[in-house]
């Protein structure tokens, strides 16, 4: 994709050929900048503070990560070091966790003064491999969008609503929801997204509508609450979102809100389509009552920040001071409210039965499909207290008044 005419992709291994360069997500739309990551502790901090986002970006950064790490000590204890580090940064993406185990497949075999040239090379594969994968989604989506317009005239607007950023910057290139309307729009079509803001930290309103805008694709960001209004009054013709995780029965945990939206979407006979690479799909969690939630700062729901009038970034106050904040970051969106998964290999009912259709190697090769993989809830959150600190402060106050 290009930013002011120029291509790039969000993650790439700079001339040096050692240090890995990603977008800092945390400065779009206001500001575009590039970070430079030279060492494990830079890709797990970029992958911690949302630097980079997205389940396949983290997976790639999680992939360069390793390499980084190898670069300074390929010992084994390091790789094992390497893959602990990284995997504990977000706790929800599937895609982290499939890229680490990857990139170990790989290196533990080799000789340490072999896993440098190797880590490096196997994640630049995994990058490829990604664009790759998200082309084939857009190419598998564009077909529905066309089903759409031919039963349209010629002059009438699709409207495709979008949640989150499930776009190029949060993959390596193309995006997985909207890759279908990148296609779209270069082919032609009379192509118009509701972008929802995506409270509380507006990778919508920030990043999709940045991205949208700088491909010249015609947009409107909305706040979260007005998805059902537009809907309700025939202004939807197709919701499109991304996956961090989802689950082998198709149930699908994405940014939070989008459980919300498939609600709506089925309740007005909308179709609601959710594109993902197949690394996304975890074949170890029969449903989604597995997925661990990540509980997320709260400071990003008591505070926002934007450009002010001195063209600066400002942090402001939005709650009273002393409000408790819970911040789940995902939900999960039932297998029953789903339309179809759009993926590399076409689109599928969301269903055990239909993904299988697609990965019929999974059901000869995997017998652990459906089988829970124990995954540890981490919580996590700084500055103001979630619902679940706040619990646990109140608990140790009173053992504390008890005990006196």
Not at 16 to 23: C, Q, S
Request: one cysteine or more; charged letters at 20%.
């Amino acid at each position: 994709m290009k930013i002011g005419g120029v291509a790039y992709r969000s993650i790439w291994l700079n001339a040096d050929g050692a240090t890995v360069e990603v977008i800092d997500q945390t400065l779009l739309p206001h500001r575009f900048a590039v970070r430079s990551l030279m060492s494990l502790a830079d890709a797990e901090h970029a992958i911690k503070t949302m630097i980079v986002r997205g389940a396949p970006l983290i997976g790639a950064t999680a992939a360069y990560g390793m390499s980084l790490a190898m670069a300074a000590d390929p010992s084994d204890s390091m790789l094992e070091e390497a893959h602990g580090c990284l995997l504990a940064a977000r706790p929800t993406a599937v895609n982290l966790r499939w890229a680490l185990d990857e990139m170990t497949a790989v290196l533990k075999p080799l000789a340490p003064a072999q896993r440098k040239q190797a880590g490096y090379q196997r994640a630049a594969a995994i990058c490829d491999e990604d664009v790759a994968l998200n082309r084939a989604i857009g190419e598998h989506g564009l077909k529905l969008i066309e089903a759409i317009a031919a039963k349209k005239p010629k002059d009438k607007t699709i409207n495709i609503m979008t949640h989150c950023n499930a776009g190029w910057l949060a993959t390596v290139d193309f995006g997985t929801a909207l890759a279908p309307i990148y296609l779209a729009h270069d082919t032609g079509i009379n192509i118009h997204v509701w972008v929802s803001e995506t409270r509380p930290r507006n990778q919508g309103a920030s990043l999709t509508a940045w991205e949208l805008g700088q491909h010249g694709v015609p947009h409107t960001v909305i706040v979260d609450n007005a998805a059902g209004h537009l809907m309700r009054n025939g202004d939807v013709d197709m919701i499109s979102v991304g996956s961090d995780r989802t689950a082998a029965n198709g149930d699908v945990c994405n940014k939070i809100g989008t459980y919300l939206k498939a609600l709506a979407a089925k309740d007005n006979d909308v179709p609601f389509y959710v594109a993902l690479p197949s690394p996304t799909i975890d074949w170890n969690l029969p449903d989604g009552k597995n997925i661990p939630i990540e509980e997320r700062n709260g400071l990003e729901i008591s505070q926002i920040s934007g450009r002010n009038k001195h063209h600066g970034i400002s942090s402001v106050a939005v709650t009273p001071q002393g409000s408790v904040v819970a911040n789940p970051g995902f939900d999960v969106t039932p297998a029953r409210l789903v339309t179809g998964l759009i993926t590399e290999r076409g689109v599928c009912p969301a269903s055990t039965e239909g993904l299988l259709g697609l990965y019929p190697e999974r059901a000869s090769n995997d017998a652990t499909i459906g089988k829970p993989l124990q995954v540890p809830r981490r919580i996590k959150s700084e500055g103001v207290p979630s619902r679940v600190e706040a619990e646990k402060i109140s608990t140790r106050r009173r053992r504390a008044r008890n005990l006196a």
